[in-house]
RNA sequence: UGGGGCGUAGCCAAGCGGUAAGGCAACGGGUUUUGAUCCCGUGAUUCGCAGGUUCGAAUCCUGCCGCCCCAGCCA
């Protein structure tokens, strides 16, 4: 991270501020409101804000936005400090609240009321709507807009007391309702609402809205750099009308950037929600949510995320990145670190005829065929094995370099085995290989570097552990479901398939989180919710790469 | 339609008047007891389009086109 050559826009701002002494330190903050879980597009957020003030020496806050009671909730902070702080970010005692302003808060809008820059409404929500105006036609006036200084606050004095029920009146600035920008239009500060806060209490019953309250957190704080999305962009001139007419001691910037979206997802709080309240996952931490929860419990590495939204880059453009980009970050993250081990997730029995019946011989694998200092492992190796489905084939392309019928395979770290017949049920569905192994090609020794064109992974049937092993593939059929008009019709029926897999031994000690590669399979690891000592369940992380796979598809799309 | 923003390869993205970085994907080839990894190599005569300024434009000017956001007492 050196300083000197700015990544982004925004670094860009920042660099040029502390060059010319505007700043001298920077201060950034992450405001979440507590009222769903974080996902990928907050993964972006958080490494901004947090990444440029760890990279100037500055430092963040983590703000929760806790303005609207009633619909947030203590789980959500919860799990908002845990998924941060997984990420690899720490906000030290910079721990706050926007309701830790209320009393500030309060106070600002009476001086706004006193400066004649404020107004309590008694017109309706609706009737507000209707004087509002269009996008192509200016608003009107309230009739209550001219109230006086002091009716104006005794009023909003009697609001906050009590005196009045939900929704009878409101706060609002006094701008301009001709404002081509429509939040200038009037826009309310201070709402009554007669709820319980999470922190609060029932200390109030009036709360401030978004914009009031998130501009004079940012000033309160120091913040020197506001950085949020797109949307919110017409709503800096607002920002500044505060900074403007309160004049806090401190004035920060607020500097807008496009979210992140990923193909094949959704990251809206509404639609997420609703996936789990519908029961179509099985919660926010559901290994196929893109949340950080959800993505945590996959097995994917924090570095992996971070890596992720570093490459996807901070700009004004609206972006929709391909999975693939993601799970480039995670295989990456993964190939180097995560053990080699052996597992078949379809398993097909094969019987070695010319192996001694109960006898057993351990073969050594290596734990990582790049890494000699991960070292060695034993593995049991008998008579009955079972192999993956899909690496026989009866009928084989000549491209199909596994086991077919009178064809030769090498099983890894073992044996090369021939298949010489080919057991099936009544309905014609394979059900055993009957093979002969060549005793002389034990990995490792003399007749080992024969040559031959497959090489497929296997267990032992005697020594094997039963797992459940979960599949996961996109919870989407549809590269944009934002845009969907009902996201339930795009949902991919498909995105979760398990299976009864057969696991090698060593792979009885894996721990929760702590990723392996089964060989030519992909990236799995222990499920941190249902992974149980008498019944393994496993996720899978992300495949390996699969050249064959793609060369399948293509010959299929030929004959078609 | 008023206002705000954005258009560089399939997806991201550098570029800041001097002749189009990089990553992912794709496609060739090499190594390989994971069809993985790794290693080489291949893409924009052109930057949404059209004009203009300039010796020189993705960069400056003008016009047009396309996409996104805004009419919560949500954030």
Known sequence: MTDSAPRDFIRQIIHDDLESGKHAGIVTRFPPEPNGYLHIGHVMSICLN??????????????????????????????????????????ADRLTHASDYFGRLYEAAETLIGLGLAYVDSLSADEIREFRGTLTEPGKDSPFRDRSVDENLALFRR??????????????????????????RDPALYRIRHVTHQT????????????????LSDAFEGITHSLCTLEFEDHRPLYNWFLDVLQPPHRPRQ???????LAYTITSKRKLNALVTEKIVSGWDDPRMPTIAGMRRRGYPPTALRDFVRRAGVTKKDKLIEMGMLENCVREALGDPAPRRMAVLRPLRVVLTNYPEGQVETVQAANHPNDPSM????????????????????????????????????????????CDEVVKDADGNVTEL?????????????????????????????????????????????????????????????????????????????????????ERLGYFCPDSGDDAPGARVFNRIVTLRDSWAKLEKQELAGQG
């Not at 500055?58 to 908002?80: C, H, K, M, Q, S």
């Not at 009178?406 to 044996?415: N, P, S």
């Open 50 to 91: 947090f990444g440029v003030a760890d990279e100037t020496g500055g430092r963040t806050y983590l703000r929760f936005d806790d303005t609207n009671p009633g619909r947030e909730d203590e789980e959500y902070v919860r799990a908002i400090k845990d998924d941060v702080r997984w990420l690899g970010f720490d906000w």
């Open 159 to 184: 609001m906050r007391a009590g005196e009045f029920g939900d929704g009878e009146l409101v706060l609002r600035a006094k701008i301009d309702m001709a404002s081509p920008n429509i939040n200038l």
């Open 200 to 215: 609060t209490g029932d200390a109030w019953c009036i709360y401030p809205m978004y914009d009031f309250a998130h501009t």
């Open 255 to 261: 500097i807008e950037f496009s979210r992140l979206n």
């Open 375 to 418: 070292g060695m492992r034993d593995v049991p190796f008998s008579r009955e094995l079972w192999i993956e489905q899909d690496d026989f084939m009866e009928d084989a392309p000549r491209k199909f370099f596994r086991l077919k019928p009178g064809g030769e395979v090498r099983l890894r770290a073992a044996y090369i085995i021939r």
């Open 434 to 518: 009957r093979c002969t192994y060549d005793a002389d090609t034990r990995s490792g020794e003399g007749g080992s570097d024969r040559k031959v064109k497959g090489t497929i992974h296997w267990v032992s049937a005697a020594h094997a552990i039963d797992a459940e092993v979960r599949l996961y593939d996109r919870l989407f059929n549809v590269a944009n479901p934002n845009t969907a008009d009902d996201f339930h019709e795009a949902l991919n029926p498909a995105s979760l398939e398990c299976v009864a897999a057969k696991l090698e031994p060593a792979l009885a000690d894996a721990e929760a989180g702590v990723a392996v590669q089964f």
